[in-house]
């Protein structure tokens, strides 16, 4: 008996290590070894004066490491992969560099698979190289921001329907027109002393727009006054292009491919005067091309015409491509696009194109999440209040969980920039305010997860008595985001 149990052992671990040397012996196989950023083969990566980061994929199909030569400044947040056989299927590593306060620098990295080597040459401007470099890039900007707020319900004010006259009105009428009172910088200092670090600008612009589409100068400079208190209260500033899109009767900023050259034309001229108004400011301030853009007839669902997406992506690199022609500090301002909708859904992150840019690390990408749909929203309609979920469970954390999932991979992996969720909420009160409370804490945990964070669509204090009458949720969102 003995016996046979030692020749079991024997030939257990005789096996162990026949087992062993076939696993080393593939991994030590590889016959391809590629690295890439955003699916095209590099072998060099070059950073600004700034910290920044970059996703790099491998393509192997061999188990693969990486290395930096200097990890002082060049650092890699993963150094070791599988390798696959699908010739597509990457792996990835996320490549940052911290600030450079001296000279210009070099090192390498070296990836390697089997009897593979690829050596990856990352460069890093140096003080004084160009003036644009020591604007922070689009990694800089995200990973700089806490939490978000939106200043909604505003600028953004757009009168469809023929219950407001807005004839002969004033900037600040305007302003007012949906309820929410005169900005003040007390109203900005509130928002940031809270912890909001990040206050979003919705700006709608095609009421204030002449015939000939330019904007009225009145109303440009109100919209900088705002401006101006959001950079004062030491907070990020997203300035953007709100309700030109979206299904209202007036709205004519559409993701329509038909009539592209006359939107393009009227786009572009607005973006043109935005970006040369504030091209001095500095790198407080983002720009984003515009909000959530629909198709001719509104769809709010992925679009029948798939030329939808195309006329997005046509949109937004007329956005890149004006911004950067007016120079000043809009040659590396940051700049943030959507998909269509600023949904998350399979079809429309897959329509989605990143525009090119001349300057790279200076992209960056947001959607908008309210979901699950009927738990963060309320509805008037009673037959849609059937649909109404009033706790937060297991299911809730599921599709937030798919969304953060596939976000990541179109935004971080596919197209290696920084991304945010531009607005998100529980903004319907049907659920108790203990369920919001752990929607609240549920979304920061992904946002750390994820290295990322969001900007709540307003409300949560009332701005005219500066009384924070939802400040459970404030609490839950600062408490879980430390």
């Known amino acids: 008996m003995r016996l046979k149990n030692i020749f079991s052992i024997t030939l257990f671990l005789l096996l162990g290590f026949i087992i062993q040397g076939c696993s080393d012996s593939d991994k030590a196989d590889a016959t391809r070894l590629t690295v890439v950023r955003n699916n095209a083969e590099i072998n060099q990566l070059t950073f600004s004066v700034g910290s920044g980061s970059a996703i790099i994929g491998i393509q192997s199909d061999g188990d693969w490491t990486a290395e930096s030569s200097d990890t002082t400044w060049c650092k890699l947040a993963v150094h070791a992969g599988y390798g696959y056989a699908d010739s597509l299927r990457n792996s990835y ?3 940052s560099v911290t600030k450079n306060e001296g000279e210009a620098r070099q090192t390498t990295i070296t990836v390697k698979a089997g009897g593979l080597t690829k050596l990856i040459t990352v460069s890093q401007k140096g003080t004084g190289t160009d003036p644009g470099d020591t604007f922070m890039s689009a990694f800089t900007f995200v990973d700089n921001m806490v939490i978000g707020y939106n200043l909604g319900n505003t600028l953004d004010s757009n009168p469809y329907g023929d219950w407001w006259n807005p004839e002969g009105k ?8 949906w309820g929410q009172p005169e900005t003040t910088q007390e109203i900005i200092d509130a928002i940031a002393a809270k ?9 709608t612009w095609g009421p204030h727009m002449d015939a000939n589409d330019n904007v009225d100068p009145a109303w440009m400079n109100r919209v900088e006054q705002v ?7 030491k907070c990020y500033c997203i300035l953007n292009v709100q309700h030109d899109s979206g299904d209202a009767a007036n709205s004519w900023l559409r993701a329509d491919l038909s009539k592209y050259p006359e939107i393009s034309t009227r786009f572009k001229k607005l973006w043109q005067q935005i970006a040369s108004h504030f ?3 500095d790198d407080h301030l983002a720009f984003e091309a515009f909000n959530e853009i629909l198709s001719a007839s509104g769809e709010w669902g992925d679009p029948a015409d798939a030329s939808c997406y195309e006329a997005v992506n046509k949109l937004e690199q007329d956005f890149v491509d004006v911004v950067r022609a007016t120079g000043g500090n809009n040659e590396f301002r940051n700049l943030l ?3 269509y909708s600023s949904g998350s859904t399979d079809a429309r992150l897959a329509g989605m194109q990143l525009p090119q840019d001349k300057h790279s690390n200076h992209l960056m990408c947001s959607i908008h999440s309210y979901d699950p749909y009927w738990f963060c929203n309320d509805s008037n309609d009673e037959t849609a209040q059937q649909y109404y979920i009033t706790v937060f469970n297991d299911d809730c954390k599921k599709e937030i969980d798919a969304i953060f999932a596939r976000v990541h991979k179109r935004f971080s992996e596919d197209f290696g920039v920084p991304y945010f969720y531009g607005e998100f909420g529980a903004i319907g009160t049907h659920p108790a305010m203990n369920e919001r409370i752990a929607y609240a804490k549920y979304m920061v945990s992904k946002f750390k997860a994820y290295n990322t964070t969001g900007l709540w669509w307003m409300g949560l ?7 924070w009458y939802e400040s459970e949720i404030v609490d839950a969102l600062m408490n879980g985001i430390k």
């Open 195 to 203: 912890g909001f670090n990040v206050i979003r600008v919705p700006v």
């Open 93 to 95: 590593t996320k490549v």
């Open 170 to 177: 004033t900037p600040v009428e305007w302003e007012t027109q």
């Open 461 to 467: 204090i009332d701005r005219r008595s500066l009384n």
């Open 227 to 233: 401006v101006k208190m959001v950079l004062q209260a």
């Open 279 to 281: 091209k001095n400011y």
């Open 337 to 339: 696009v959507n998909p």
